[in-house]
């Protein structure tokens, strides 16, 4: 801008020495208080300002090229700052596979070791501590979540009159989350997991209101993972390290079962009340359970039509009699844990948007 | 071109200019700002922590002051309506200041978005994968930033063609009036669907938020454009006629009317109706197991919205003062319904039935605080500009506030 004050100051009365000086001072004066006010900056994390990181490209527009440079980048960081270098790659989806969760509620005894495990796998910040399963203890005969406690704290558990539901994503075939992203930083992969470009995210936390189940988890503050405790064993679209201001949440051990093994939540459970496979392979475990037992979906008044599924198993000596009653309250009140046709939940899958045709 | 930037110098130095009384409340606004923009950047530095949010209640007051301020802005066409469709004129001179609000309020709106973003060094991406037309967020970036390019255009137009005494042409301005009305409507209700299109949260999933949203913005924002005029007429000697507040006056008895009435609608549906997805709502009025955080806020915005129309439907206070009131009863009553009222109580409980209360911290507050200072201060620049050029006394070749020493430089034109 051309500035008009390059005039001789003799033309204006008003232009005196004392103007000048006073309109100095104030300058000087309200520099200083704005870099007063921005001087936290000092403390920022420049790691985090770099070009590179800044001209990253989308997961999905990364050429393969793109995507190794982006991976050593990552690798080079994680190393800085946790000391061990991680064996980061790249897994995509498999062909043929869509992957679905069973889970017996007649079996889980609440003891919340799926829920550590899951921690410790996932490099999820340790303090504060974020955790994608939500463990709930119902009281029998109640599936009314608003009923539920999610910090009982017993010295024994099972307790006799509760039953125990742990929530986690139920990787949506037709996901709420995925649609409100404003930058595509969140959809569906080709295998049914819903995963979460940490790279690309920017926080706005509106998937998180979307959500219907609560298995979205911010970083509000940066994660911190002791360097010793750290999983080296990760993958871009899952486990890595994530950095404060990013969304995260459960996407069924992709580090893991894209490379043909159990999560950890389904390792670690000593009932064996965690089942998971290919819902498109006929005999695997999740297929048979669709088939055979009565299973159920969480909130199917949602239409977010789950991948993770809920059953009592009738054969197992804990549940018995735990099913709800004709009259009693849980037949009164189950609407949103719904019994769901068999059938019906086998078509379920495929009708979603990502789901292999 | 170089009229324009003498123009825009010409104003810069003009924001600098005025009695005590105005360096005094620049002064202070400023101050303000500096101790949000000084509180933002801690939030830079640690993270959201610094505020009250959590897993359960994601968003907090910075979505609830975007709320609001939407709604201011989207107000300004309650002065436009009446002079372009309408034809009034006494309202013809004061549009400008409802325009410029409206530009006030958007940028605050933006700042309100921005100070809520986990990594707003990433905004631009959504350049480059903009989920539109899916998201309703993009919806909303894109009608709020159109918003404000229009009255942005419309308002500086007119003012730069009052600078070079120039009659505006109808062709570069009225198109575009008409545009923001139509647009005025569309930022409120796409912000309205933001929350409406959320099948897991209960009480925003209703179709009534989106009218109830206008209604309540039709009432608050001309109260806030009633007072604004007042002390405009106050301090910068803009003749402002009392008939033209009446006016308004009408407007906002009516709006509040339907304002009351939709929440009346919705109260009835949810508590009679009594299903589980009463929860929020009672949480809300009457608290839930136990925890009661919102009912002395709720309470107190349905006080002051229900005095604010029985003033005005009284026939004994057809008086400025009571008007006054009135107007700041239901500004306070109305941003605590949009606020506290209807974006917090969403979360509770959360989706798995569990109650986490959200309180701001003082951090938090002081970014608000900062942004609302912000606005004002911008707000008071852009009228410490407009009353002088409108009234002739800084154009093109007189320069009665600033410096007259300057004007021959000015004449090359
Ligand atoms: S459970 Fe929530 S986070 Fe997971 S896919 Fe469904 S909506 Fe998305
Ligand atoms: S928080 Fe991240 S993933 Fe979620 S909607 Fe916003 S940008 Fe998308």
């Keep these: ?357 | 071109m170089k009229t324009y930037l003498t123009f825009l110098w010409r104003c810069f130095r003009m924001s600098f200019n005025g009695d005590w009384r105005y360096h005094t409340w620049m002064f202070v606004l400023t101050a303000i700002a500096l101790l949000g923009l000084n509180a933002y950047c801690r939030q830079l530095v640690h993270g959201l922590v610094m505020t009250g949010m959590t897993d359960q209640v994601s968003w907090g007051m910075y979505i609830a002051n975007f709320t609001f301020l939407v709604g201011m802005a989207a107000a300004a066409v309650m002065l436009v309506i009446p002079v372009y469709v309408y034809r009034n004129r006494d309202l013809h001179d004061l549009v400008i200041f409802g325009e410029l609000l409206a530009v006030a309020a958007i940028i605050m709106c933006l700042l309100f978005v921005l100070v809520d973003l986990g990594r707003p060094d990433r905004f631009m991406h959504i350049f480059w994968r903009f989920n539109f037309p899916i998201s309703m967020l993009s919806w909303d970036v894109i009608v709020l930033n159109g918003y404000l390019l229009l009255n942005l255009h419309i308002c500086g137009y007119l003012i730069y063609c009052a600078y070079r005494r120039v009659p505006p042409s109808q062709y570069f301005y009225v198109p575009f009036v008409f545009i923001a009305i139509a647009w005025a409507i569309s930022i409120h209700t796409v912000t309205a669907f933001l929350y409406v299109g959320l099948g897991g949260r209960p009480f925003w999933n209703t179709a009534i938020i989106a009218p109830r949203f206008l209604a309540s913005a039709f009432a608050a924002g001309p109260a806030l454009i009633i007072l604004t005029l007042q002390i405009i007429r106050r301090f910068a000697g803009v003749h402002v006629a009392d008939r033209s507040l009446l006016l308004l006056r009408n407007i906002v008895t009516v709006a509040l009317t339907i304002n009351m009435f939709l929440l009346v609608c919705e109260l009835f549906t949810e508590f009679y109706t009594d299903s589980a997805h009463v929860a929020s709502t009672v949480y809300l009025y009457f608290g839930l197991h136990g925890y009661a955080a919102l009912v002395p806020w709720i309470w107190t915005a349905v006080a002051l919205n229900t005095a604010a129309l029985v003033i005005l439907y009284l026939p004994l206070t057809r008086s400025l003062q009571s008007l006054n009131a009135a107007c700041l009863l239901m500004i306070v009553g109305i941003w605590i319904e949009k606020g506290m009222g209807l974006i917090v109580p969403a979360f509770i409980p959360s989706p798995l039935g569990e109650i986490v209360e959200y309180s701001p911290t003082a951090n938090e507050t002081l970014i608000c605080l900062g942004i609302w200072a912000f606005g004002l201060l911008l707000y008071t620049i852009m009228v410490r500009i407009t009353v002088p050029v409108l009234s002739g006394q800084l154009t093109i070749n007189a320069d009665s506030g600033g410096s007259p020493a300057r004007a021959p430089h000015l004449e090359e034109v």
Excluded at chain 1, 144 to 164: G, S
Excluded at chain 1, 170 to 180: D, F, Y
Aim: charged residues 25%; contains cysteine; proline residues 8%.
């Design chain 1, 1 to 357: 801008m051309k500035n008009p004050d390059s005039t001789p100051a003799a033309g204006g009365p008003q232009i005196t020495r004392r103007s000048v000086l006073r309109g100095a001072l104030n300058t000087a004066g309200g520099l200083a208080a704005f870099a007063a006010a921005v001087s936290p900056l000092r403390d920022l994390d420049r790691d985090e300002l770099t070009l590179e990181r800044f001209l990253q490209k989308h997961y999905k527009e990364m050429t393969p090229d793109e995507k190794d440079r982006a991976l050593q980048r990552i690798a080079a960081e994680v190393e800085r700052r946790y000391a061990a270098r991680p064996e980061l790659r790249d897994l995509p989806a498999m062909d043929g596979v869509e992957f679905a969760y069973a889970l017996n509620l007649g079996r889980c005894i609440g003891c919340r070791r799926c829920v550590h495990a899951c921690v410790a796998e996932n490099n999820q910040s340790r303090d504060p501590e974020v955790q994608y399963i939500r463990v709930l203890e119902l009281p029998r005969g109640s599936v009314d979540v608003e009923r539920a406690d999610h910090y009982y704290d017993r010295p024994a558990v099972p307790d006799p009159d509760h039953f125990y539901m742990p929530v986690q994503c139920h990787q949506c075939a037709n996901p709420p989350c995925v649609k409100v992203c404003p930058v595509e930083a969140t959809w569906q992969e080709p295998d049914g997991v819903t995963v979460i470009d940490y790279d690309w995210c920017i926080g706005c936390r509106y998937c998180e209101a979307a959500c219907p189940y609560f298995a979205r988890r911010f970083n509000f503050a940066e994660p911190s993972v002791p360097r010793e405790k750290l999983n080296t064993d990760m993958t871009y679209l899952s486990n890595r390290p994530r950095r404060k201001g990013v969304m995260e949440k459960c996407h069924f051990c992709l580090q893991r079962t894209r490379a043909g093994r159990m999560p950890a939540c389904l390792e670690v459970c000593p009932v064996g009340a965690r089942n998971f496979g290919n819902l498109l392979d006929p005999d695997s475990q999740v297929a048979q359970i669709l088939k055979t037992k009565h299973v159920l979906v969480l909130k199917q008044e949602a239409n977010t039509l789950p991948r993770f599924f809920y059953y009592f198993d009738e054969d197992f000596p804990r549940n018995r009699g735990s099913a709800p009653a004709r009259g009693s309250e849980a037949h009164r009140k189950g609407l949103s844990l719904t019994v769901l046709n068999p059938q019906a939940a086998q078509s379920l899958p495929g009708r979603g948007r990502g789901g292999p045709a």
